[in-house]
Every structure is written in C-alpha cells, then in structure tokens.
C-alpha cells in the first residue's frame, strides 16, 4: 500500500477549508469515501470545498493511485494544474528526471492554507491564475503537464474538460495527463 | 503529434467478473444420458415458481442500495427490472442520465457509493436435486467499475431453486445469492456517474442436478445503458 502523507494544519479560508479526518469522521460524506475507495488507512488531511458535498482532495491511498500517470510520466519541466494538498510534490522533489515544477492554483484561499506547509524546493514555482485559461509566458515548455483542477461542481464533461485543456496546453508540451477515477 | 494518456475518467474500463458458476456456463446445454436415468430436463430461469409458461426466460431484479429518489424516498428503484422487460433472455435498460447532477446525485450522494442490485428468479426444471445459481458481470465504463457482491456471510451464490424474493431478516431469502454493483467514482468533491453510451451487462445462470449429472439453464442478461 502506498501513500503520501501531507502535514497541513486544520484552518479556514474563504470557501475552503483543511480537516483533519479519521475512520469516525461523518460529514462531507466521508465515510462513503473511505467504503468508496476501500482505503485503508485511519486518518486523512482533506481539503474541503463549501461547495461540494465531499472534499475535493484527500492524501489517501487512492489519491496516490489516482496520481499513477504523474508517477510514470513526470520529468523535465513539469506543469501542475491545480495545488490541492501539495500532496504530489515530494515525488517531484525526490524524481531525479524532474528539473522544475510549475503549480498554477486558481483560488488564493487555497494557496493560503497549503502553499506554506506543503513540500517544495526551489525549482517550484507558484502560479496563482486560472490553468483552465492561463497562457504561459512566451517561449515556455514543459515537458509534462498535469490536469487535476475539475472539481466535482465544474459543469464541464469530463471530456469537454481534457479537451479544453489540450486545446490550451498543447503549444506549450506534447504530454499531458489527467487525475483519473478509480 | 500530441499524445494525450487520458487515465481512468475517459479512458474506457473493460471489465469481466463472474462469481461463482459451478459446473456448465449456461446456454441450455443438452442433457447427457448416463446409465438409464436422464440429468434435469426442461431447465430455465422463470419469473414465478407458478409454471406459467410466460414468464419462463424471464426475471425480477430489485435495486438494493440504501439511495434514494424523487417517487420513493425510502428506497432506491433506479435499477429494478421486471420480468416483462425481458425478450429473448435480455433485458434492455436505459438509465437516462440527461440530468444526472440532480438525479443520480440526489438519489447517491450521502447516501450509497454503488448501486446495488438483486437478481430474484425460479429454476425451472424436472428431476434436479440440487442447485447452483451464478452471475457474471462485463462494463464499458468512464468512471467508476462493475463487480459482483454477496450477502454478509457468504461467499457464493445461492443454491436454492426458489429465489424469487429479497429479504433482510435472519434467514431470508436474498435472491439469486450474488449482487450485481455498480460502483460510482468520485474524489473531487462528490460522486461521479457513468458517461453517456456507458454500459454495465449482468449475465445470469443457473445449474440444476441431479445424480446423473448437471443440466445449464439458458443465461439471462440484463444489460444497463446510460443515456444522455
């Protein structure tokens, strides 16, 4: 079993918030989560969105299976959409073929529970900008590209969403992945 | 060239699990004589333990889940199919997900990860002294997965002739013995439901026996189609 454990500290900002979760948790559906994706650890620091009737992220086991595409293809440049936990950058930092990492998050509420605690080194970078829209700056590539910023209320397909994004990221890469379902 | 690796959401998951099917793989296979005395004749799967001869090749199935909906609160009925569904052994259900942010999620959300489903049938036969009912399960999904379940306890279908009820009580009768699920995806702030075009095929079998061998009754298939 395998798993990245982030240490955020419980907080609200604006919409959004950081839990500290365990195996008696009710709200926000949590225990439909944990029967959902048979996880099999107790406890659980998830971001929950006012929004959404579940957290959005959550450093479980199926998170990190849910990354499996990140795990395989990042190197080079790599580009993050969307900052969540942080939860994905310790096996960037520890990936050898992984030169920079570029987060781009949308929501600065966000960026003010997570950005300070979550690991990073100083081939990150920090975007705070829209990834469904955000135009890179002239002349930038990378070498990956990392799709995780439809949530459960976008009105978007699935498919209408990767669509969007390859239209917007395809200049810029020749790789790019998605979050996927288990 | 771009390449695009699409995982899990888009990219389509084909998957085949089957759950306990002793002896033939169903298709009514013929009877094979041994010494005097016949193996079971006459074996199929019937709505009713009545003999009716229309309701043979035919069965119920009720949504188990602990969801809800609009028209029954209490209960999930989503995924119930009835016996006149059926025409030739297949029953053809449409899940209309047009508006599934409200409906699906409604019925789901809080509520169930999966959508739950017992197979309710009779073995029709002559002669048998024992009996094995089994199903099978196939997708075609973009989110989430199909599998097969059972109830607490066991770990095979049921080898009773009379499934033709669900119950919860000690000692009930729980159908065919094998649960088809529907398992919803989700993670990223709620449940997410089947794409349109997506489909989830249940095949059920049943085995009758008796000293001289085992006769397969023809399979029955219920096959669930979202639709947009």
Known sequence: ?182 | MIDVYLTGLIGTVQQLETANASGGGGGGSAPSLQGTAPNPTGVGIAATSSGNPSANFKMNAQEISNAQNASNPDGADQFDVSHSDFTDGQADITIDISNSASDLNAAYSGHSFKASIAFLGYIVESSATSFQWSLSVSSSLSAGSASISFPIGSSSASTDQDALTYGTGLGDTQGIGAFGDINWGGGRGGLIFPSDGDTVTFTIGADATNSNGTTSASDLVVKYTFED
Not at chain 1, 37 to 55: F, G, Q, R, W
Not at chain 1, 134 to 144: K, Y
Request: hydrophobic share 35%.
């Open chain 1, 1 to 182: 079993m395998t798993r990245i454990e982030v240490s955020i500290p419980e907080g609200t900002q604006g919409d959004y918030t950081i839990a500290h979760h365990d195996t008696q948790t009710q709200e926000r559906m949590w225990q439909q989560y944990l029967e959902m994706k048979s996880e099999p650890y107790d406890n659980h620091t998830v971001l929950i969105k006012d929004a959404c009737p579940m957290p959005i992220m959550q450093d479980s086991q199926a998170e990190y299976m849910e990354h499996q595409w990140l795990w395989d293809n990042a190197t080079g440049d790599v580009l993050i959409g969307g900052l969540g936990l942080g939860m994905v950058h310790q096996a960037l930092i520890d990936n050898p073929n992984v030169t920079s990492v570029t987060v781009v998050e949308l929501e600065q509420d966000v960026v003010d529970l997570v950005w300070d605690h979550c690991a990073k080194d100083d081939t990150f970078t920090l975007v705070v900008a829209d990834f469904e829209t955000w135009t890179p700056p002239a002349g930038s590539s990378f070498d990956t590209v990392w799709g995780d910023t439809k949530l459960w209320d976008n009105p978007l397909k699935d498919n209408e969403y990767q669509t969007m994004i390859i239209n917007n990221y395809s200049q810029f890469t020749d790789n790019i992945g998605f979050w996927g379902s288990l």
